[in-house]
């Protein structure tokens, strides 16, 4: 089985910085598109950046210019930087990862989860 491990959440003020991972463990042979999703209370969860096996990014336009997405191959390691968090940033933060496994079979699956809070 593959698995997802997030890690980097906490709580920060307003204005500031949080850089979160998530790294992919298992039989992996090739990860595609690593994807960083949200969840608020009461809110259905929502993709907040992709990056694909190229290094191809794309973000919903709440974050633009905010947050970055990039990735390290080599550790199978997705990570997203976020500036100028806001309060309605506050959620918690999903990796979700598709790929191929070593025995030639399709994965995808997610993270548990890990809480960002940004408020004063």
């Known amino acids: 089985q593959v698995h997802l491990v997030e890690n980097g959440g906490g709580l920060v003020r307003p204005g500031g910085s949080l850089r979160l991972s998530c790294a992919a463990s298992?039989?992996?042979?090739?990860?595609?598109?690593m994807v960083w999703h949200r969840q608020a209370p009461g809110n259905r969860r929502e993709e907040v950046a992709l990056i694909g096996t190229g290094g191809t990014t794309t973000y919903d336009d709440s974050v633009k210019g905010r947050f970055t997405i990039f990735r390290d191959n080599a550790k199978n390691t997705v990570y997203l930087q976020m500036n100028d968090l806001r309060p309605d940033d506050t959620a918690v933060y999903y990796c979700?990862?598709?790929?191929?496994?070593?025995?030639?079979?399709?994965?995808?699956?997610w993270g548990r989860g890990t809480q960002v809070t940004v408020s004063a």
């Open positions: 979700n990862a598709h790929g191929l496994r070593s025995d030639g079979e399709i994965f995808e699956c």
């Open positions: 298992g039989p992996i042979f090739r990860i595609n598109a």
